[in-house]
């Protein structure tokens, strides 16, 4: 067993759910990773590309880097109340709250000042997913869990619904060398079989190009048409691998978002209001209603784009003159044609 670290009892005051500590080693994924890149798994993320040699080895980013902490911490929106403007739009759980990069981050700098003042020589750096780290490979290394068919890390009590940071460091904390937690997935395959796109191989492989997340959250440009047409009601980003993943019905199942998760959308009153809001805002508008929110990173224009794409997919007739409006959108003209062509009168 790790002995704990010194600031065991502020990690979890802070919310952290559970953490992990370990010297510095290469990624053990590293050539599924880069074979990912090769076979252009990545989409339009050509960042991921660029930041490779940095993520093979954590000393381009400090030279005395000798350990990582590995921290997780719970979707705050499964434990507690925040405001929400688009609750009725079905939005990735994690986004369903205040931007994480932020309020992460402060929790990260939080204990990287405790650890300062005990170790006021050494080199701290806190970093959440925006910081390029093969941050699962150190979070599986450092037994935070497994990586699932989904890709995503997974823990026998936490399940997988959880935000991973780290603290990269020189100081070298004494530990016994512990094997990663083992793959409990078994012979499951729910997430594979339950992805409305296909987009995920049976190797631990995701296809960006036909990823929910990706196209309604990091891609810049419009999604085929055919595949458009299988995103549900989904608005920004999608669940599906991990809600219908066992071991995180075993942990969530009494939140009323994860249970609205695997609910259908409802179109009502509330959605439409929502939609319109949407599609007849200015940019600026919307952004602001946005603000400190994580579906900024779509932008005004790819939030519209997926306006458009819900309103396809659910039939919703009563906003046939919005849509209408796009008809000569220089970016969204084509979306808006096929929303029109797939709308009928019930």
């Not at 802070?14 to 599924?32: E, K, N, V």
């Not at 309020?103 to 806190?126: A, C, R």
């Not at 012979?187 to 992805?195: K, Y």
């Not at 299988?230 to 809600?243: L, N």
Request: with cysteine; proline share 5%; charged share 20%.
């Amino acid at each position: 067993m790790k002995p704990n670290l010194p600031i065991e009892e502020l990690i979890l005051s802070l919310g952290f759910s559970h953490y992990g500590y370990s010297a510095i080693t290469s990624p053990l994924s590293w050539d599924h990773y880069v074979r990912w890149i090769e076979n252009n798994y990545h989409g339009e993320m050509d960042y991921l590309r660029r930041h490779l040699e940095i993520k093979r080895d954590l000393k381009h980013i400090h030279a005395t880097a000798a350990s990582i902490i590995s921290l997780a911490h719970p979707y705050r929106s499964l434990t507690e109340n925040h405001e929400f403007p688009f609750s009725n739009l079905k939005v990735a759980l994690y986004a369903q709250d205040k931007d994480y990069h932020h309020w992460l981050k402060e929790k990260l700098e939080k204990i990287v000042g405790h650890l300062k003042s005990q170790y006021p020589n050494d080199f701290f750096m806190s970093s959440t997913d925006s910081f390029p780290i093969l941050e699962r490979d150190f979070s599986y290394q450092n037994r935070l869990g497994w990586i699932g068919k989904n890709s995503c890390l997974i823990h026998p009590k936490k399940g997988s619904l959880f935000l991973l940071g780290n603290i990269v460091t020189s100081v070298t904390w004494p530990s016994e060398k512990s094997d990663p937690l083992p793959d409990f997935c078994g012979t499951c395959t729910r997430c594979i079989d339950q992805c409305p796109t296909s987009a995920i191989h049976d190797n631990k492989t995701i296809d960006s190009k036909k990823c929910i997340s990706y196209w309604t959250i990091e891609s810049k440009t419009n999604p085929p048409l055919e595949l458009a047409a299988q995103f549900r009601g989904h608005f920004f980003g999608c669940d599906i691998c991990q809600t219908v993943c066992p071991w995180n019905q075993k942990v969530f199942k009494n939140s009323s978002l994860f249970q609205k998760a695997h609910a259908p959308t409802a179109v009502d009153e509330n959605l439409i209001s929502e939609l319109r809001f949407i599609l007849t805002s200015s940019g600026k508008q919307i952004l602001k209603t946005l603000k400190d929110t994580a579906l900024i990173r779509s932008g005004a224009r790819g939030l519209k784009r997926n306006a458009l794409i819900v309103i396809a997919n659910l039939n919703i007739y009563p906003l046939t003159n919005e849509v209408r409006a796009y008809l000569e959108h220089p970016e969204l003209k084509d979306i808006a044609q096929w929303c029109l062509a797939n709308l009928h009168q019930s």
